[in-house]
């Protein structure tokens, strides 16, 4: 069974290895030890509870952070904070905070925060949590400036979750680059089909091994030209007609040069 050492403080003025919480008002209720990880339930001088745990000893400039946010998350006009929990590890703090309540422009927002809402904090203050709509889990996250800017994040993505997620979600935007890329390729494919006809003949499609090798030509050398890049396929047996070069070099490079 895990030993834990509960110590109940009522003194004010109590320090933590030398630290001085009673000159930010603030006073240590009850410290707990186990397992080499040391937890503190500390309030302020408005009866604000909120707790501190680490590992190894905090800094005074991570102690003067964690009054610091503990200030701010109570301050906000828009929430009403249940549980507040800072977790010191990696020289950063782990912020955990569970609302009571949490309205913007009269909605409330708290019902789509299962889990609360989660920050880090090291030179600068982020966010990162998920709020559920619709049975959507959408991800919240950035770097914090305002607690008004976090409101509306929120709301954008609650009021029309699908166009949030599609504008934020690096996996949808990347699936939506790919995409486009794969149909910018078949324009291309079709633009030179359509122009790689005769007076007499159909469309045809030009190979897709010499539609790389002559861009790969231009790419490797700008100011190639034209002989040279047909004289280069002729000594590698690959097979083009000054057509099709040309229509490369037009649809790929805006080429239109004779």
């Known amino acids: ?51 501190l745990s680490y590992m190894t000893e905090p800094g005074d400039e991570i102690l003067k952070s964690v009054v610091k946010l503990k200030g701010d998350f109570y301050g906000w006009k828009t929430m009403k904070v249940d549980s507040l929990k800072f977790m010191y590890e990696q020289g950063g703090l782990e912020v955990s905070l569970i609302p009571k309540s949490f309205e913007c422009d009269g909605k409330d927002l708290n019902k789509y925060l299962p889990s609360g809402m989660q920050f880090t904090f090291s030179y600068l203050l982020q966010y990162n949590f998920r709020i559920t709509v619709n049975r959507l889990f959408i991800r919240i996250a950035g770097d914090f400036e305002t607690e008004e800017r976090v409101c509306k994040k929120i709301m954008d993505a609650v009021e029309n979750p699908g166009e949030y997620v599609k504008k934020r ?49 231009r790419i490797e050398d700008p100011a190639i030209s034209r002989e040279k890049i047909a004289e280069t396929l002729e000594k590698e047996n690959v097979k083009a007609s000054s057509r099709e070069i040309n229509l490369i070099l037009n649809v790929f490079f805006n080429d239109f040069k004779d």
Do not use: C
Not at 19 to 43: H, M, N, P, R
Not at 177 to 186: D, N, S
């Open 169 to 217: 979600d690096p996996e949808y935007l990347l699936t939506r680059i790919e995409q486009l890329e794969e149909r910018t390729e078949k324009l291309r494919t079709a633009m030179l089909m359509l122009h790689n006809a005769g007076f007499f003949s159909s469309p045809r499609p030009i190979g897709k091994n010499l539609i790389e090798r002559v861009v790969n030509l």
């Open 1 to 51: 069974m895990k030993k834990i050492l509960i110590l109940s403080i009522i003194l004010a003025g109590s320090a933590l290895y030398g630290y001085d919480w009673s000159q930010d008002g603030i006073f240590v209720v009850e410290k707990a030890e186990a397992d080499g990880k040391t937890e503190l339930t500390l309030k302020d001088d408005r009866e604000n509870i909120f707790s």
